[in-house]
């Protein structure tokens, strides 16, 4: 028992040691790990007609005017925008990091914050049918994207998120 | 040439008084620049949250180095919860309402990777008409990594498919299907502490560890209900006695495959009969394929030497079910969930009894129809038959309800 504890007080020692804060550029970065890139943070405010746009695009009874973006280049070469998207998932809300590339198409998705617990989190195969997917997909769980049995909210939740960002890259941003 | 003069030391007046006032303006609007910018960013950072990662090059002795990337949010209080009521009719008997169930939930991150979670449950409406309020589940998660956490307390316990996942807009019935509402007593929850995580590239998702163990003792002799009234759950000075569950899945994108198991004393109270052991396993699978979802789960329960306890009492029970369920949004182009189910149970809760004696599986069958007004909320309209042979009783159950998440 004492062996047991010991070894569980030794490695929640280097777990904390091993937390660190991370910012969204560094998490941009990585995701370009051969790619020395460089991000610029923006916002977007919209107005009350733009809101009522971004509804119709993105088929979702949006209510937030403001929304957070980097703008990711490499040596001058525009690589798409990273576009934080924070929505709902269960009973508790999720913040997801959109790139979309120049082409509208998403690049790469990474879920920043998670307030569920963990076991509602997508596996990475099932994020990944999202990628390369643009304003022209319907992107609807069930008929056009694969529900994941185990978290059907997470999925709904991420797509919707997905529409969001292309539809304020087509928008505001292109 | 007076006048002139006048007019001119007038307009050179006024324009110094303008430029002034031009610059006080200009100098506010730069400030209200500067704090509207400070309102957005704090907005945003409110609403999207900041994050911490875990660092995937260290090691945790013991505990493998975490495989892939985790983030946590540094928001701290998180709110929400789900209710479900239903209006029910049964043969030619008088109809009934129930409010249900109201559960909130609360969460508090204490550290980015210590969170607690409880959800509170106010059942039935009315704790002087039969309601009640109890803790259903209050817990420490210690998120390690995808592959290893730990969770500490009262949880929920890692069997079946609606035990962990058990919100209306999850499942088609009013009801829980009875497999797991009297077999697999959901909402069972216990004390205790499990092991859990996410391995071969997030595919395998395992549970293991100790928790309280069922109290057989209390189990409904009759077997109507079997072992729902053996939870210890979150009773005051509940007895301890540790028994063993484990759970694997393995998912992938449209396919989930899995079991679980229990294995614990037969009686786990203050006054102990000892030589009885209890245990529980099941099996389970979801297929989804666009709008199609089909479910299946199995089970079995024994409680070993079972005369000790009573000997009328319950030694066997088992129980299967089969949904499918199928949105029809698209065949009739609307954009809200509109989804047919059908279920299938077939139950026996005295499959054997300790005298020698057994009871007949029971057969039940729904079918109905949900709208979804929003995903986080559900309207429900069921048509339940139950043919329990050994009352030789036909029972047609219609209910109508309604469930959202917040």
Redesign the interface.
Known sequence: MKTIII?LT???A?????????SAEE?IQ?NFSSTQVTVEKS?I?LNSDELSQMRTLS?QPLK?K???YYKVTSKKRLLGYAI?I?Q?V????A?VMYLVKPDSKIGFI??????E???YIP????ID?LKDRGATDRLKV??DI?????A??SA?SITKGARVAIALYGLKIR | MKRISILVSIAILTQNLYADELSELKEQVQKLQLQSDAL??E??DI?????????DT??????GAAA????????EL?I???GEMFIAKKNGDKAYTDIYRFIP?F?Y?LS??VIM?TELEFEHGDTSKGGKVLVEFMYL????N?KA?IRVGNLLVPMGITN??H?P??FGTVLRPYTERYLIPSTWHESGALL?G?IA???V?YTAGIINALNMANADIDSNTWIKSARIGSAKNGAFSPAFVARV?Y??????VGGSLYYGDGSNSKDDITGTTMSIFELHA??????L?LKALYTEANLHKASKIDQNATSGAQALYVSIAY?IA?LIAI?N?LIIFGLYENYNLARYKADGSSRQAISKYNIGVNFFPT??SVLKLDYETVDDPNNDQLDNTIYASYGF??
């Open positions: 070894m030794t490695a929640l280097l777990h904390c040691n091993s937390l660190k804060h991370v998490i990585q916002k405010i088929q937030s403001i929304y957070r934080l924070a709902k269960r009973t508790k809300k913040t990474e879920i920043l914050s998670f307030l617990p963990p076991e596996n990475k195969e099932w049918q069930g008929s694969s529900t994941i049995t185990g059907t909210l709904i | 957005v960013e907005m945003l609403s999207t949250g900041n994050f911490t990662k875990i660092d260290k090691a945790h002795n013991g505990m892939s990337k985790v983030y946590y949010s540094s928001s998180s929400g919860g789900y939930y969460g991150r980015p990777w979670n998660d210690f998120l390690f995808k956490n962990l996942r919100e807009t999850l859990y996410k590239n997030d595919r998702e899945d998912e992938t994108n449209s396919f989930l979801l297929y989804n394929y666009t709008n979802s949105n698209d954009d969930k995903d986080q998440l917040f």
